[in-house]
């Protein structure tokens, strides 16, 4: 009876996804649902409906008119290695980005999280249906969102120093995934919000600081995403100076607190040197809570702690000579990531040509990765 009610639950699984990706394959080719149905053969716009939502299955014949409708190829609908109508991504990128260039990276970025879904079902790892969530939405206060990111460093024990653990704990509570990746010019980085694989894509070659911040701004994202769905890009700017939707401001305001809790910052206010200089001072306590000087001058501004008059005095370009602006890319992907596929490799569920294909890279690439993570490659370069 286990096997026959896994052996449906796949079935019901495949279906919900062959009609995820005739929906998208549908509204890619700027077709309502009568259109489709009609070249498809189908009596109702409901009976397309319904193969959509997945309670009904696209038979063989309907399948390869489909096919020939839309222009796709059969994998299109059948490879369990790509991600094609399912999650939602929201980019961080220059206002004038093209759309194929987002669409693009779209496709790259859904294949590695599909490579990475199918390879644990094949391991048998059992995906997290409920995550954590926060009670906010657009009429919350930035207060709220402080709050809130105060809540969760205590919750999640991050510490004086959150960006050390942060990337960890965010793994753990949300079984989510945070991707180094190299982006394509003019996109900073994303979030894809697909439910039991929640996924942050943070520009490798960003300065360390900055990949901090996007990290805590895309976890406001995931966990709001139900109830404030971000918009699909959001223009690049300065993150911690109060710009942008509100949204934003509400994303911005949370990733602050998150990385630079209060009472620590008080603490630290309080204890300094009058005589030290103010931007030696910001410089120092910002490399040691590993943000930008610019993100620890506008927290320092919300908590009280520098008046407008002093805000004003602070040279923004001294205050940037520190190690936030220093380059440290870091590996490609994540180790959780690149163990998954070394696995796979060793247990035979992927080829390496296929591996190094889907992570677009060379076979020699792929080897200097997995021993990058400490682990030992499974083939030989």
């Given amino acids: 009876m286990h096997y026959y009610i896994t052996y449906m639950n796949m079935k019901a699984e495949k279906s919900r996804q062959i009609g995820l990706r005739l929906r998208a394959a549908r509204e890619k080719a700027h077709l309502t649902q009568q259109d489709l149905a009609q070249?498809?053969?189908?009596?109702?716009?409901?009976?397309?409906?319904?193969?959509?939502s997945g309670a009904r299955r696209l038979?063989?014949?309907?399948?390869?008119?489909?096919?020939?409708?839309?222009g796709v190829n059969l994998d299109y609908f059948t490879d369990s290695f790509r991600l094609a109508g399912e999650g939602e991504f929201s980019f961080r990128a220059e206002p004038n980005i093209s759309r194929e260039t987002l669409t693009e990276f779209e496709e790259t970025a859904g294949c590695w999280i599909a490579t990475y879904r199918e390879l644990g079902k094949r391991e048998g790892q059992e995906p997290r249906w409920l995550a954590p969530t926060l009670p906010l939405n657009?009429?919350?206060?930035?207060?709220?969102?402080?709050?809130?990111?105060e809540c969760i460093g205590q919750m999640w024990d991050l510490g004086e120093r959150p960006a050390e653990s942060l990337r960890t704990r965010i793994e753990e509570q949300l079984c989510a995934l945070i991707l180094n990746v190299d982006t394509p010019q003019g996109i900073s980085g994303a979030a894809l919000n697909l439910p039991r694989l929640n996924t942050i894509?943070?520009?490798?070659?960003?300065?360390?600081?900055?990949?901090?911040?996007?990290?805590?701004?895309?976890?406001?994202?995931?966990?709001?995403?139900h109830t404030m769905p971000p918009e699909r890009?959001?223009?690049?700017?300065?993150?911690?100076?109060?710009?942008?939707?509100?949204?934003?401001?509400?994303a911005n305001n949370f990733a602050s607190a998150l990385l630079m809790p209060a009472r620590h910052v008080i603490s630290l206010w309080e204890a300094r040197d009058p005589l030290i200089d103010l931007h030696d001072w910001m410089k120092t306590v910002a490399a040691d809570l590993s943000v930008s000087g610019m993100a620890l001058k506008w927290r320092l501004h919300n908590l009280n702690l520098l008046s407008r008059t002093q805000m004003g005095e602070i040279d923004d370009q001294r205050l940037a000579q520190s190690r936030d602006l220093e380059s440290s890319t870091v590996l490609l992907f994540s180790h959780q990531f690149v163990t998954r596929i070394a696995t796979a490799l060793d247990q035979g569920n992927l080829s390496v040509r296929r591996a190094a294909s889907l992570l677009e890279l060379s076979i020699s690439e792929l080897a200097l990765l997995i021993q990058g993570y400490g682990l030992e490659p499974s083939f030989d370069a």
Avoid: C, M
């Fill in 138 to 149: 657009r009429q919350a206060s930035y207060e709220d969102a402080q709050a809130a990111a």
């Fill in 233 to 250: 890009v959001e223009a690049v700017e300065d993150q911690a100076n109060g710009r942008g939707n509100r949204v934003e401001q509400l």
């Fill in 201 to 225: 894509f943070i520009n490798r070659r960003e300065p360390e600081g900055r990949r901090n911040y996007d990290i805590a701004h895309e976890l406001f994202h995931l966990l709001t995403w």
């Fill in 59 to 70: 038979t063989a014949e309907e399948l390869l008119k489909a096919i020939d409708v839309l």
């Fill in 39 to 52: 070249k498809l053969g189908l009596e109702h716009r409901q009976t397309l409906g319904n193969i959509e």
